[in-house]
């Protein structure tokens, strides 16, 4: 069965710009969450969504938003990116919640 | 408030060496517990878990985790560690018996394997 993926692997942008993060779960899971790894902050939860419902966020800013689609696929939206935005983005999904969370490679972002 | 600590930054070993990796949580309840790991530019690797039952599991790679309620601990542990164990490992707590899948990580703690 293969695993998460997360497209694209890198991105570059520059302040100000937004940008759109992909997550295909695994097949047969509901659940998606991202997560967003810095040096300094370490693993934060963004959100988590449902059979399309957003079920939970984190203390992010309302920059960050996410969605779900019918086939369980998710995006993150960020919109005006700050220098600090730059971090590993990464996406997990599960069967059904709660269990445990299978995480894909991730989408490292840089914000010049 | 809901934390995970993991009081050791960094840990170096030497290949073949017993590893130990402490985690402590603070939690209203006995939370789910899991330990991930991660090679760099990688994303995480689930090693083990606890959701009830039997304090001490079995995950890959050999490790195992002994849950300790009276301490709040849930310590990864291997026998004997290879060069290829060498990367970021983290702790999180996951509230139990809810409708979320919200992890609380540690900040980590890096396992550098001398030969």
């Known amino acids: 069965k293969a695993g998460v993926t997360q497209t694209p692997r890198y991105l570059i942008k520059t302040r100000g710009q937004q940008v759109t993060l992909s997550c295909s779960p695994i097949?047969?899971?509901?659940?998606v969450s991202w997560y967003q790894q810095t040096p300094g902050q370490g693993l934060q939860f963004l959100f988590e969504?449902?059979?399309?419902?957003?079920?939970n966020k984190g203390n992010f800013p309302g920059r960050f938003s996410g969605r779900q689609f019918s086939n369980s696929r998710s995006e993150m939206n960020v919109s005006t990116l700050e220098l600090g935005d730059s971090a590993l983005y990464l996406c997990?999904?599960?069967?059904?919640?709660?269990?445990?969370?299978?995480f894909g490679p991730g989408t490292r972002l840089t914000v010049t | 408030a809901q934390s995970v600590t993991q009081p050791d930054i960094h840990i170096t070993v030497s290949e073949g060496a017993s590893l130990e990796l402490r985690c402590n949580y603070s939690?209203?309840?006995?939370?789910?517990l899991f330990w991930y790991v991660q090679s760099p530019g990688q994303g995480l690797q689930l090693l083990l878990k606890?959701?009830?039952?039997?304090?001490l599991v079995q995950g890959i790679k050999g490790f195992e985790a002994e849950f300790k309620r009276s301490q709040s601990s849930f310590n990864l542990r291997k026998p004997s560690v290879h060069w290829s164990d060498a990367a970021e490992y983290f702790c999180?707590?996951?509230?139990?018996?809810?409708?979320?899948?919200?992890?609380?990580f540690g900040q980590g703690t890096t396992l550098q394997v001398k030969p």
């Open positions: 997990a999904s599960s069967f059904e919640v709660p269990n445990e969370q299978y």
């Open positions: 097949s047969g899971h509901r659940s």
């Open positions: 969504y449902f059979s399309e419902t957003q079920r």
């Open positions: 939690y209203g309840a006995t939370p789910y």
């Open positions: 606890y959701f009830s039952g039997d304090t």
């Open positions: 999180a707590v996951g509230p139990p018996g809810s409708n979320t899948g919200k992890l609380i």
